[in-house]
């Protein structure tokens, strides 16, 4: 068992009342290729919502509080492996070499787990959309029911690629078998085996070695246990929280489930969301009341959104803090914190590190870059505010430029309040342009301007009679 790039991703903040479960050991097992994926990404690592498959079974079941937490790696274990945060020592990687089936993967836990009388929870990597409080009910149900092992099962309507579970009429489950072990009337039964046990560790482990690969995979499957326990029940989960991820198809299929679970969340709450299913939202963004957001507007990172916004249509924003009543229209927004009654675009990009102030405008095809713009300031269109300070009522005219860079390093340009700058002007930084300036439209400003001043820079202008003609000529 390795602990290098030992993590632990912190526990959300969902249940303080979970208290730290002494006899309570998780294992996920994250060793499979990933074959049908078709990527250069381990399975685990694939991206929904934002978050990898892994780093949201992580803090589902972290929650809990458990007393020891395996993550059972194989395929590119590196990888996985680094992927995750180094914070301390409750989560231990145990590499699974060959990767050999799922019972094979429980068995390389057994000397770490020597002395353990608790009980273990097994879940899948892949398997991203279950809720904490149904792990919660799962845990329960096993300690009422004393039985050997309790686990997930979901009724699907299609359940190709499932095991199916087989249990009497009293319950008690007999065995599991994996589909393609199945014959056809066996095939017939849509109760499938979600893949997530809680096992009594000191029965689990009488029966873990004697499992066989004599089937038509020649793996060893955890599922075979079941049948050599003494006693076996199950619980019923929502058919959208089991949903298992082995190709792309599926891996849309969940992002679909998971953003119709954020949005109705955020409608139910008061949100307008005009058009679901062409939105994406992160479930770290929050959102204020009679906020709308229109077609085709994505809202990732850990947003914070006031009351009464109009986001969209057609808009991205990461990372981002938005204030009461500002809109939104056709740009992108990435880490930036925007005031109230803020009108942002069409076609504006506001980079990282900006601050827009109350009752500004930004325009249409207009780039802000780590920079402060202060209150009621106007960029109406087709302007580069980079490394740049505007005060207050500022107007910059169409085209302006800061021109920050010098081909080695960045430089700021200052501009006082009630500052203008007329058409197609670029100020070469480092510049200090002063309160109640006016810059003549076409100028290029090199020198500081002080305050009350009009700033002037043309070349003369040179006419020369009958070019037209002398050109058609020759």
Not at 200 to 215: A, G, R
Not at 342 to 362: D, L, Q, T, W, Y
Not at 377 to 396: A, E, F, Q, W
Request: aromatic share 4%; charged share 20%.
């Amino acid at each position: 068992m390795s602990n290098k790039g030992n993590n632990l991703i912190k526990f959300p903040e969902l249940d303080k009342s979970i208290k730290h479960q002494s006899m309570l050991a998780i294992a996920i097992l994250a060793a499979g290729k990933g074959t049908r994926m078709k990527s250069s990404i381990p399975k685990v690592l694939q991206p929904l919502g934002g978050k990898t498959l892994l780093q949201r079974v992580l803090e589902t079941c972290l929650i809990l509080k458990p007393e020891k937490c395996f993550l059972i790696v194989g395929h590119k274990s590196d990888k996985v492996m680094q992927s995750l945060p180094n914070e301390n020592d409750l989560l231990s990687f145990v590499i699974q070499k060959p990767q050999n089936g799922t019972g094979h993967a429980v068995q390389q836990l057994i000397p770490y787990l020597a002395d353990f009388k608790g009980d273990l929870l097994v879940l899948n990597g892949d398997v991203p959309l279950l809720k904490s409080e149904t792990i919660q009910k799962l845990i329960k149900k096993h300690k009422d029911s004393n039985c050997d092992v309790t686990f997930l099962t979901s009724l699907l309507t299609n359940p190709k690629g499932y095991g199916r579970v087989f249990s009497e009429s009293n319950g008690k489950v007999n065995e599991i078998i994996e589909d393609k072990d199945c014959n056809e009337t066996q095939l017939k039964n849509k109760l499938t085996n979600a893949g997530i046990y809680c096992f009594k560790w000191n029965k689990l482990v009488k029966v873990l070695e004697k499992l066989s690969s004599n089937n038509k995979q020649n793996e060893i499957y955890l599922t075979d246990s079941i049948s050599q326990l003494e006693s076996a029940c199950h619980l019923e989960a929502e058919q959208e929280e089991v949903m298992g991820i082995n190709d792309k198809i599926q891996l849309a299929q969940c992002e679909k489930a998971l953003q119709a679970r954020i949005c109705n969340y955020w409608m139910s709450e008061g949100v307008t969301i005009t058009n679901p299913e062409s939105c994406s939202i992160s479930e770290d963004a929050n959102f204020g009341q009679d906020v709308i957001i229109e077609p085709q507007t994505h809202i990732r990172g850990k947003c914070d959104i006031g009351n009464g916004c109009v986001l969209g249509p057609g808009s991205l924003i990461k990372d981002s803090i938005i204030g009461k009543n500002s809109s939104v229209t056709l740009s992108v927004l990435n880490n930036c914190e925007i005031k109230d009654f803020v009108s942002i675009g069409p076609f504006a990009n506001i980079r990282p590190h900006s601050k827009i102030s109350e009752n500004c405008r930004i325009g249409n095809f207009v780039e802000v870059k780590q920079s402060t713009i202060n209150k009621n300031t106007k960029i109406n269109h087709l302007s580069y505010i980079g490394d740049s300070s505007l005060g207050k009522n500022v107007n910059i005219g169409a085209g302006t430029i800061t021109a920050n860079f010098d081909g080695f390093n960045k430089h700021k340009t200052v501009i006082g309040d009630h500052t203008k700058t007329g058409a197609n002007s670029v100020l070469v930084a480092p510049i200090d342009i002063g309160s109640k300036v006016t810059i003549a439209g076409g100028s290029t400003i090199t020198k500081d301007v002080p305050s009350g001043s009009l700033a002037l820079e043309r070349s003369k202008q040179h006419i020369k009679l009958g070019w037209t003609n002398s050109k058609e000529a020759n």
